[in-house]
Nanobody, 124 residues
Framework: QVQLVDSGGGLVQAGDSLRLSCTAS????????MGWFRRAPGKEREFVSAISRSGGNTDYTDSVKGRFTISRDNAKNTVYLQMNSLKPEDTAVYSC?????????????????WGQGTQVTVSS
C-alpha cells in the first residue's frame, strides 16, 4: 500500500510560480509512474502531467506545456510539479497519483494510489 502526501499549494497572483511536492511512503517509489491531475470547481478531474519511473519520459497536457515542469527524485520518494506563469484558469485542487504501469497514461483509471490534494488558487 502506497501513501501519497501532496503539498505546496497556495494563493498566488497571475504570473507567479508554485512548486508542488508529493512524497510517497509504503512502497517502492521508483517502480511507479507518477502523475499530477487537477480538478477545478464544477469540472471533472483532468490530467496535467506525468513522469516515467526513471524520469526519462514526461507528458503534459497542452494547456501547461512550456509553463509546468514535472520531475522526480527517487532517492527522496518525491515527485514535483514546478508551475510557472500561473493563470487564473490553473485554479484547482491538484493531486498526485501513482501508477504501476510502465507506460505513461493520461487516463486516471490507470492510477491506483492518490494523494489528498492541495489547493492552488491563482488570482487575476
Amino acid at each position: 500500500q502506497v501513501q501519497l502526501v501532496d503539498s505546496g499549494g497556495g494563493l498566488v497572483q497571475a504570473g507567479d510560480s508554485l512548486r508542488l511536492s508529493c512524497t510517497a511512503s509504503g512502497g517502492t517509489f521508483s517502480t511507479y509512474t507518477m502523475g499530477w491531475f487537477r480538478r477545478a470547481p464544477g469540472k471533472e478531474r483532468e490530467f496535467v502531467s506525468a513522469i516515467s519511473r526513471s524520469g526519462g519520459n514526461t507528458d503534459y497536457t497542452d494547456s501547461v506545456k512550456g509553463r509546468f515542469t514535472i520531475s522526480r527524485d527517487n532517492a527522496k520518494n518525491t515527485v514535483y510539479l514546478q508551475m510557472n506563469s500561473l493563470k487564473p484558469e490553473d485554479t484547482a485542487v491538484y493531486s498526485c497519483a501513482a501508477s504501476g504501469k510502465y507506460i505513461i497514461f493520461r487516463d486516471d483509471r490507470f492510477y491506483t494510489y492518490w494523494g489528498q490534494g492541495t489547493q492552488v488558487t491563482v488570482s487575476s
